[in-house]
């Protein structure tokens, strides 16, 4: 049942060409030049007035809202908001009638993102779910909402579910985009194109990075620290990096918004911290180099993920993994794949269970 792979949580690594065309499938239609997504469009006007909307969701899927947002303002310009459900439930949170909440699990039964759902609800909001597992608690109690369509996910560490969510969300805020003429139609037919292509473009990171990845997580076998970094849409994307690597490794692992640097963490830089990253070349670019050169005169050990033929980041860099070239708003997707591959190998050669790591439990139904 793991078709060959020594975990599930590989195994479903490498489905994400699939899972993320299947997330796709139907939906985005590129020809016609069309997005359908039922459970946006029989309630567009609701998102079009929104007040606001409020993602709410946990873990790996509250990165996944993070990186919503950034989607949703930029292209659907409705602003957005992103919590913890474990906190929005619990402070007596604004919420009226105006506003949608999107709850993001894979579970659909984490006990959290249902409690803050039902708060929503009761007050009046508009809830939209966007859920892994069909007729889970969470899908049946939201008004409306769209399936990540990425098959069972079965290692506790969430790698498929992740980037079929990111698929969501981006189809969503096209569609959104589309509706209020906030995204227009030469961009949107372009950018639709390009999506339409991702699936090719993980399988290719998947194929050119794997070998590499297994060699470089060699090197830190021992390593009892971990820094990642990104700015804009990758900043989550960085988050999520660290997440992975912590909880199946056991290695303590930060996820920081590159500038955030100076502002603190750079104080731990020294030759023995390693850190991820993730600096392709759309999306602050210059900035990005700037804080590797940072890293760089304290000496700590830089792993970049950039775009092919990228020279400045690399030059400075210990390691370098080169995804493919895409729009900013894709590159979370792209850039996930190969810090799944290498939190995977980390963690297989310190020996850990990483399909069921110690404390963990795939779905959190405990408050
Ligand atoms: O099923 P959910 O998406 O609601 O689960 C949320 C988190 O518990 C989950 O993402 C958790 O953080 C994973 N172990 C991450 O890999």
């Given at each position: 049942e793991k078709g060959g792979y020594e975990h599930f949580m590989l195994k479903e690594i490498f489905e994400q060409p699939k899972s993320v065309h299947d997330t796709m499938r139907g939906r985005l239609l590129v020809d016609e030049g069309v997005i359908k997504m039922a459970g946006i469009w029989d309630h567009v006007e609701r998102f079009k007035n929104a007040n606001r909307?409020?993602?709410?969701?946990c873990g790996t899927s509250w990165h996944a809202g993070l990186i919503g947002e950034y989607l949703i303002e930029e292209y659907a310009r409705i602003p957005v908001e992103v919590e913890y459900a474990s906190e929005f439930r619990y402070r007596n949170p604004i919420i009226t009638d105006k506003d949608v909440v999107i709850?993001?699990?894979?579970?659909?039964e984490t006990a959290d993102t249902?409690?803050?759902?039902k708060l929503a609800k009761e007050k009046g909001a508009f809830i939209y779910g966007i859920c892994n597992v069909v007729d889970s608690s969470i899908a049946r109690i939201t008004d409306a909402g769209s399936y990540t369509h990425a098959g069972p996910e079965i290692g506790v560490a969430s790698t498929?579910?992740?980037t079929a969510q990111l698929t969501i969300l981006t189809l969503i805020a096209f569609?959104?985009?589309k509706h209020n003429g906030t995204l227009g139609n030469a961009?949107?037919?372009?950018?639709i194109a390009e999506l339409d292509a991702i699936p090719k473009r993980i399988e290719e990171v998947l194929s050119s990075t794997h070998e590499q990845i297994q060699q470089i997580s060699k090197d830190f076998v021992e390593t009892t620290n971990f820094l990642y970094l990104g700015r804009g849409?990758?900043?989550?994307?960085?988050?999520?990096?660290?997440l992975k690597l912590k909880e199946i490794s056991y290695i303590h692992a930060e996820g920081y918004p590159a500038a955030e640097m100076k502002h603190g963490p750079i104080a731990l830089i020294d030759e023995n911290m390693p850190i991820v990253i993730i600096a392709p070349?759309?999306?602050h670019y210059d900035k990005i180099v700037s804080n590797v050169q940072e890293i760089k005169a304290r000496k700590g050990k830089i792993i970049a993920v950039v775009n092919k033929g990228d020279r400045q980041v690399s030059e400075m860099a210990d390691y370098v993994i080169e995804i493919p070239e895409t729009s900013e708003c894709f590159s979370p997707i792209v850039a996930s794949v190969p810090l799944q591959l290498l939190a995977y190998y980390i963690a297989v050669y310190r020996g850990a269970n990483v399909d069921q790591p110690r404390n963990l439990a795939k779905s959190v139904t405990v408050e």
């Open positions: 909307i409020i993602i709410i969701a709850a993001i699990s894979q579970s659909g249902m409690a803050a759902l498929k579910a992740f569609k959104l985009g961009e949107f037919m372009s950018l849409y990758n900043y989550p994307a960085a988050l999520e990096g660290a070349k759309k999306g």
